[in-house]
């Protein structure tokens, strides 16, 4: 019993530590260490290619070249938009 | 055949091109150059993170080309000025096809949405060109806040039945100070042809083009037709007459009554 406590507590602990973005609709969990600082760091992580993607962060329009000075927080919304075929 | 000018900008092809349903972006950019286009429309999605490397546009030729982002999946005026805001970050231009479609059955655009989208964008420094079903008065509506053209519909989207709103569209022609550029429905040269015909200033086709057989091909085939409907149109169409009228003389027959 006592050690089921002390991993639950563990379990609580680490998974508390974890941060989270919601990308696009999808809620991620990043381990501190690995959690993207930028949005270039984001796209990068994710292997976003196209030349034409375009970002929202918490509403906020981002342009592509703003990228890399644009910080990314715990608990943020960010959708990522690209152009693509359309009529 | 006479230059076509959107808001200042001069084009030498009357035949816009959208840019989805084609197999591959190989195929799609060979049409285009068949096509003789300088507007490709596109559209703004979600960039799919399962298959982020995907560049469905890699292949258009961003100096040949204007790109005319759309507002597809707009369903009221907030989410179809949101995208305008979009595609002016992602494109750094601001032409826009404003497109709001609520009714996802039969794609029909909502005129009170995109009047009030078309007003907000206008003001924001967007080129307006709306999608809108063949509506005089709002045509005139839009003409008036300031739209650098008006989109009537020949048809609902991707149906090819042509232009079902030929009579209305002619009053829009008749009425409009803006270009007229006949969006969607437009399956055939010969559709194209008749638009241009009865004097609208363009055409924009994309289904009937990307889903062909040889959509090089018919890309061909819709330049020419475009082409053909306008010459026709700048050379003065006589109206269509209830009787016979000969076309040879009416005299010197080979009988002497």
Same mark, same amino acid.
């Given at each position: 019993?006592?050690?089921?406590?002390?991993? /639950?507590?563990?379990?609580?602990?680490?998974?508390?530590?974890?941060?989270?973005?919601?990308?696009?609709?999808?809620?991620?969990?990043?381990?501190?260490?690995?959690?993207?600082?930028?949005?270039?760091?984001?796209?990068?992580?994710?292997?976003?290619?196209?030349?034409?993607?375009?970002?929202?962060?918490?509403?906020?329009?981002? !342009?592509?070249?703003?990228?890399?000075?644009?910080? =990314?927080?715990?608990?943020?919304?960010? +959708?990522?938009?690209?152009?693509?075929?359309?009529? | 055949?006479?230059?076509?000018? @959107?808001?200042?900008?001069?084009?030498?092809?009357?035949?816009?091109?959208?840019?989805?349903?084609?197999?591959?972006?190989?195929?799609?950019?060979?049409?285009?150059?068949?096509?003789?286009?300088?507007?490709?429309?596109?559209?703004?999605?979600?960039?799919?993170?399962?298959?982020?490397?995907?560049?469905?546009?890699? /292949?258009?030729d961003r100096d040949r080309y204007l790109l005319l982002p759309?507002?597809?999946?707009?369903?009221?005026?907030?989410?179809?000025?949101?995208?305008?805001?979009?595609?002016?970050?992602?494109?750094?231009? /601001?032409?826009?096809?404003?497109?709001?479609?609520?009714?996802?059955?039969?794609?029909?655009?909502?005129?009170?949405?995109?009047?009030?989208?078309?007003? @907000?964008?206008?003001?924001?420094?967007?080129?307006?060109?709306?999608?809108?079903?063949?509506? *005089?008065?709002?045509?005139?509506?839009?003409?008036?806040?300031?739209?650098?053209?008006?989109?009537?519909?020949?048809?609902?989207?991707?149906?090819?039945?042509?232009?079902?709103? !030929?009579?209305?569209?002619?009053?829009? =022609? +008749?009425?409009?100070?803006?270009?007229?550029?006949?969006?969607?429905?437009?399956?055939? *040269?010969?559709?194209?042809?008749?638009?241009?015909?009865?004097?609208?200033?363009?055409?924009?086709?994309?289904?009937?083009?990307?889903?062909?057989?040889?959509?090089? +091909?018919?890309?061909?085939?819709?330049?020419?037709?475009?082409?053909?409907?306008?010459?026709?149109?700048?050379?003065?169409?006589?109206?269509?007459?209830?009787?016979?009228?000969?076309?040879s003389p009416l005299t010197g027959f080979l009988r002497d009554?």
């Amino acid at each position: 019993m006592q050690a089921l406590l002390s991993w /639950e507590c563990f379990l609580f602990l680490w998974v508390s530590r974890m941060k989270s973005l919601k990308v696009n609709g999808v809620e991620r969990q990043f381990a501190p260490d690995v959690m993207p600082g930028t949005l270039s760091a984001l796209l990068e992580m994710l292997g976003v290619g196209p030349a034409t993607v375009v970002a929202e962060v918490d509403g906020r329009i981002v !342009r592509r070249d703003e990228f890399h000075q644009t910080q =990314i927080k715990d608990g943020q919304q960010i +959708e990522l938009i690209k152009l693509m075929g359309g009529g | 055949m006479d230059k076509l000018t @959107i808001a200042g900008r001069t084009f030498d092809s009357r035949l816009l091109v959208g840019t989805g349903k084609f197999s591959s972006p190989q195929v799609m950019a060979q049409a285009l150059v068949a096509s003789g286009a300088q507007i490709v429309t596109v559209a703004l999605r979600r960039v799919d993170i399962d298959n982020p490397a995907d560049d469905t546009l890699r /292949e258009i030729d961003r100096d040949r080309y204007l790109l005319l982002p759309n507002t597809s999946g707009a369903r009221d005026a907030e989410e179809a000025v949101r995208l305008s805001r979009l595609a002016r970050a992602a494109t750094g231009i /601001e032409w826009v096809k404003l497109e709001v479609t609520p009714d996802p059955y039969y794609l029909l655009p909502c005129p009170v949405e995109t009047l009030k989208a078309a007003e @907000i964008l206008v003001k924001d420094g967007f080129v307006v060109l709306p999608y809108i079903n063949a509506d *005089p008065i709002l045509a005139k509506r839009l003409q008036d806040v300031g739209t650098a053209t008006v989109m009537p519909l020949g048809s609902p989207i991707g149906s090819n039945q042509g232009l079902k709103t !030929r009579v209305s569209l002619e009053i829009i =022609i +008749e009425q409009s100070s803006v270009p007229v550029v006949v969006d969607a429905g437009l399956g055939l *040269p010969s559709h194209v042809a008749e638009a241009m015909e009865i004097g609208a200033d363009a055409v924009l086709v994309n289904t009937a083009i990307a889903t062909a057989a040889d959509p090089v +091909e018919m890309a061909a085939a819709f330049k020419l037709a475009v082409e053909a409907g306008r010459k026709a149109y700048e050379a003065g169409p006589r109206a269509p007459t209830r009787n016979a009228e000969a076309s040879s003389p009416l005299t010197g027959f080979l009988r002497d009554s």
